[in-house]
């Protein structure tokens, strides 16, 4: 019988080791007050046909997050064009230290570099660096006044280019017989746009007085709401020194007709008895012109002036005031 029962135990033996390693997952567990429904078995069923799934929409779609800080993110610009004239185009990157090597005009690698500065002046003198030369008659005119009659011109003119010139100037004044005439001489040179530095000598004539030279610093140019100006200071040989400050404005009233008021102060540092000129305030004059541009280079004018010297400068020139009716002319060319 023993010999029976052991081919019937070999099995169980070997099945308990194995039993053994599979470890209860509620081993322990107090479990006598639950209770457990009867295993049931569910019916079979044909599983469904699977459907690709949607892409999950993102939540953070159409905001905009570029404001937003995130701990431990670094964020940077994209690499892209900031110009709309290189979109698509990769960045620019910065000009080889190779490539500012050479000499400054590349044609001089390969040709003589003093014909090609040559042959660059040639050009410059024909399409920028244009010598220009006029000559503007500000005022030629006659005045009428107290029973006499006076003359004055007031003329200027230059030679040169945009940047530098040779400045002229000449005015002067007189009645029954020459009063006062100057000439000037001067280096122009354009310092910013519409204005001009101008130093030179300016010599004056005075048949009954002394002649005097002077050297000469000043300013010319258009004043914003079109105020042409002309400013200098005058220091003479035996050192006395003066300024005059001239202004006028075109009021165009009509395509012809043009209406000028002008002005013109003059001061002086110290008293020049031999010049009759006394310090401070010198003069004051006082202009209004009308004219009529027959053609831009060509036109009449007729207004009034009004004069007015002070202090020491009238004491010694013996007038005051002057008040006088003007005809001239303004022309250029």
């Known amino acids: 019988m023993r010999a029976a029962l052991l081919p019937m135990l070999l099995p169980l033996a070997v099945a308990t080791p194995v039993l053994a390693q599979t470890a209860d997952p509620h081993a322990g567990h107090d479990m006598s007050g639950m209770t457990m429904a009867p295993a049931q078995t ?69 040709f003589d570099p003093t014909a090609m500065a040559a042959a660059r002046e040639a050009m410059l003198a024909e399409n920028g ?31 040169g280019g945009d940047i530098n010139r ?17 000439v000037q001489a001067l280096y122009s040179r354009a310092v910013r746009p519409f204005w001009d530095l101008q130093a030179g000598v300016r010599q004056t004539f005075r048949p009954d007085l002394k002649d005097t030279t002077d050297l000469v610093l000043g300013v010319q140019g258009l004043a914003p709401h079109w105020f042409e100006i002309d ?17 006028e404005y075109d009021q165009r009233l009509t395509q012809k007709w043009i209406l000028q008021p002008r002005a013109e102060v ?61 005809v001239g002319l303004r022309t250029w060319f």
């Open 129 to 159: 660096d244009v010598r220009t030369t006029g000559v503007v008659v500000d005022r030629l005119e006659a005045g009428l006044g107290d029973g006499d009659t006076t003359w004055l011109w007031d003329v200027q003119g230059w030679s």
């Open 266 to 326: 003059t001061l002086a540092a110290s008293d020049a008895p031999d010049i009759e000129v006394g310090s401070g305030l010198s003069s004051l004059e006082l202009g209004l012109r009308l004219r009529y541009e027959i053609r831009r280079e060509f036109a009449p004018y007729a207004g009034v002036e009004w004069t007015r010297r002070f202090g020491e400068t009238a004491d010694l020139a013996g007038e005051g005031e002057d008040l006088r009716v003007v």
């Open 42 to 110: 569910p019916p079979a069923q044909t599983p469904p046909a699977q459907t690709p799934a949607k892409p999950t929409a993102d939540p953070h779609a159409g905001h905009d997050m570029s404001g937003m800080s995130m701990p431990g993110m670094t964020m940077r610009p994209p690499e892209i064009p900031s110009s709309a004239d290189d979109a698509g185009r990769p960045p620019r990157q910065p000009t080889p230290a190779a490539a500012l090597s050479g000499p400054a005009h590349a044609a001089d690698r390969y």
């Open 166 to 182: 040779f400045w002229w100037k000449s005015e002067g004044e007189g009645g029954s017989e020459l009063e006062e005439a100057e």
């Open 231 to 247: 400013a200098a200071a005058f220091l003479s040989t035996e050192g006395d020194l003066s300024a005059r400050i001239e202004a």
